[in-house]
Nanobody
Framework: QVQVVESGGGLVQAGGSLRLSCAASGRTFSRYAMGWFRQVPGKERDFVVAISWSGGSTSYTDSGKGRFNISRDNGKNTVYLQMNSLNPEDTAVYYC???????????????WGQGTQVTVSS
């Protein structure tokens, strides 16, 4: 089992950047694929990006391609989401999640953080 805690959210102007961090507990962090999701009020939680346990494979939605970059440091039990060229449509609560299944099997994400708010002003 793993517990995750997100940080790094905040208020940024359109065109700006933020880096989110997700710190995980447990000695088996490197066995988990990690993903970032986001949710706006009244809507379902959407997948944003994922990374395999080794970091060798990543997957981005069209909204994040070219702007977002996911990475992980297994030595620090942390996964990062670098977000560039942010726009108001990126405003959401961003959640980090872990799965012991394949990184691209979305229903497998079982371990969730509390989320961090990202607000992009126009």
């Amino acid at each position: 089992q793993v517990q995750v805690v997100e940080s790094g959210g905040g208020l940024v102007q359109a065109g700006g950047s933020l880096r989110l961090s997700c710190a995980a507990s447990g000695r088996t962090f490197s066995r988990y694929a990690m993903g970032w999701f986001r949710q706006v009020p009244g809507k379902e939680r959407d997948f944003v990006v994922a990374i395999s346990w080794s970091g060798g494979s990543t997957s981005y939605t069209d909204s994040g391609k070219g702007r977002f970059n996911i990475s992980r440091d297994n030595g620090k039990n942390t996964v990062y989401l670098q977000m560039n060229s942010l726009n108001p449509e990126d405003t959401a609560v961003y959640y980090c999640a872990a799965t012991s299944n394949s990184w691209n099997y979305l229903p497998g994400y079982k371990y969730w953080g509390q989320g961090t708010q990202v607000t992009v002003s126009s």
